[in-house]
């Protein structure tokens, strides 16, 4: 047996074993191209079709740049396009509610597209790639994010959005200096989320200065995510990271912290109490899913470590990154924030409820439109429907097309191509408020139905109700007590314009940021 090692080891063994290797990726994409493959009738560029190595130049080599090049294939082959070896795009909100059913239909999420999580991550609701299994994670986590349990946040979310406006206002009447909005915001929605889901905040608006926060280190960790699909072998490098500690930015250091060492804190003491029957004065998203029916398997303090840890990076960001665009677009258009601020005004807005603020109509109508330019999650994000065979029906260049898609085959939609459909948000690269208010009925819901920010169907946002809290509480009293004194520094569209991918959308690599100053 050893001498057959040794001879595998030998330069020639190791050449024999590339070659078998090459070749057998070669016959792989000749059958991916070839009439036999089961997606073989579904357009799309042939290179594409073979390898993935197609995606991979865009995403991994040119950084997050595969959605523009989906965009531009559904131009040259239509509304369903193959763009990987397994995988099609639809860019036809008539089938949203396909790709994204509601929980009775199954829908299984694709390993090429969840791969990217590592560590306690791969384990969290998120990541989870059976529909089944995800139900169970899902069932357990759904009340704490019900609308009932976030309308008793919203005492906490007014404090700390009250902590905001004055903390802008102070610094930047005190210095003067340019501030990043963008830091700002990531601090004040990702101490609503460590005082909601981990029973205390991280205290980032109440320090004295913006930093530390974890901005950079999200965003950072963000652009890791095509080396670990395309390349998952370097994910082995992952538990190193701690050894490398005092060699990492502060930013990344703080982070990191808080993922090895608080986070997992925080799951044993829940588990400590939830042990000892003590009521904690704040339960946890961890006490929720101690007391909940998840069996015990589901509820190792590595698993919990992992959904806590998702829970923070999928919600600060994104959050964050809506209160920013809003914000850019208001200042660069006096005229909407003059409009509505005079509702907010005659409502009284600082002293209503996130339930009044929801119909105030400017207001929503303000919102909709900064979460269609902040995307949310900006790619695809493909389902499999493992049993069930899609039909799609549609036209493409005045005739119509049918596609049947064979159970199995991961299908995705983007935000960043739903929300510039041109036929549902015409002139979609303008911030137009008014699109929303002047809309008829039949208008309405096919914008409704077309802004996708949160996804759709059983595996959507948890978080949307703590998100659209946030949203409108923050907006009304920013848009009130601090954007009427606030300018924009150095910035212009390009800050906000969406370029390329690291899961979320992010504006050019140059940008220096939304910056403001107060006077
Ligand atoms: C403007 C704010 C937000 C946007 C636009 C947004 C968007 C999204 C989207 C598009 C997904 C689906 C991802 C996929 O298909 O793979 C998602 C999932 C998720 N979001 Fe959010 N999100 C926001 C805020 C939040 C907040 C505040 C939280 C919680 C604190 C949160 C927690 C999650 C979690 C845990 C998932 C995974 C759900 C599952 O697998 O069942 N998000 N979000």
């Given amino acids: 047996m050893f001498s057959n090692f040794s001879t595998i080891l030998n330069p020639t063994g190791f050449f024999y074993l590339v070659g078998i290797w090459v070749a057998s990726r070669l016959v792989r994409a000749l059958y991916n191209v070839s009439p036999f493959h089961p997606l073989s009738h579904i357009p799309g560029p042939k290179l594409a079709a073979a390898t993935f190595l197609y995606e991979a130049w865009f995403d991994l080599i040119r950084g997050g740049r595969f ?10 082959y239509g509304p369903v396009v193959r ?12 089938f949203i509610d396909e790709v994204y059913p509601t929980a009775g239909r199954t829908r299984d999420k694709q390993v090429h597209y969840v791969t990217f999580a590592t560590g306690p991550t791969a384990e969290a609701m998120f990541a989870t790639i059976n529909h089944k299994h995800h139900r169970i994670r899902r069932g357990a986590m759904n009340k704490f ?23 802008i206002i102070r610094l930047g009447t005190k210095d003067h200096e340019p501030l990043d909005i963008t830091t700002a915001y990531s601090c004040f929605t990702a101490d609503v989320i460590s005082g909601y889901c981990f029973g205390e905040s991280f205290g980032f608006v109440e320090q004295e200065g913006w930093e530390p926060n974890f901005r950079d280190a999200v965003v950072g960790l963000l652009e890791t ?15 190193l990271v701690p050894f490398l500690w005092r060699w990492l930015p502060r930013s990344l250091q703080v982070y990191m912290d808080e993922s090895t060492e608080k986070m997992p804190a925080r799951v044993r003491q829940a588990r400590r109490e939830f042990e000892t029957g003590t009521i904690p004065s704040r339960p946890t998203i961890f006490h929720a899913l101690l007391t909940s029916s998840l069996p015990e398997a589901e509820r190792t303090d590595y698993r919990l470590t992992g959904d806590g840890l998702s829970l923070n990076t999928a919600g600060t960001e994104t959050t964050a990154w809506t209160l920013t665009v809003a914000t850019y677009y208001l200042l660069d258009q006096p005229e909407t924030l003059a409009r509505l601020v005079e509702e907010l005004q005659a409502a009284d807005a600082t002293n209503r409820t996130w339930n009044e603020l929801e119909k105030l109509p400017y207001l929503s109508a303000v919102i909709a439109e900064a979460l269609r330019l902040s995307y949310g999650v900006s790619p695809r994000s ?11 029906r549609g036209r493409f260049q005045g005739r119509e097309v049918v596609y049947d898609i064979p159970p ?36 309405r819901r096919r914008m409704e139905t077309g802004l996708t920010s949160f996804s759709r169907g059983s595996r959507s946002c948890v978080g949307i109700n703590l998100a659209y809290c946030n949203l409108y509480v923050a907006m009304a009293a920013l848009a009130v007590r601090v954007l009427p004194r ?5 910035t212009t569209v390009e800050d906000v314009a969406y370029d390329h991918d690291v899961f979320v959308g992010v504006p050019r690599r140059e940008s220096k940021g939304v910056r403001v100053v107060v006077s």
């Fill in 67 to 76: 959605t523009h090049e989906i965009r531009r294939l559904h131009e040259i």
């Fill in 83 to 94: 763009i990987n070896p397994e995988e099609l795009h639809f860019n036809d909100p008539n």
């Fill in 145 to 167: 994010f019900s609308r009932a349990q976030i309308a008793r946040l919203e005492p906490e979310v007014k404090r700390l959005t009250d902590q905001l406006c004055d903390k």
């Fill in 225 to 239: 995510i095509f080396l670990f699909r395309f390349i998952p072998v370097t994910k082995l490098l992952v538990p």
């Fill in 382 to 392: 493909p389902r499999i429907a493992p049993n069930e065979r899609l039909v799609y």
């Fill in 408 to 443: 199995g085959t991961p299908v995705g939609m983007s935000n960043a191509i739903n929300h510039h459909n041109e036929e549902v948000f015409p002139d979609s690269h303008n911030f137009r408020v008014e699109r929303w208010l002047e809309a008829d009925e039949a208008q």
């Fill in 486 to 490: 606030t300018k924009l520094y150095q």
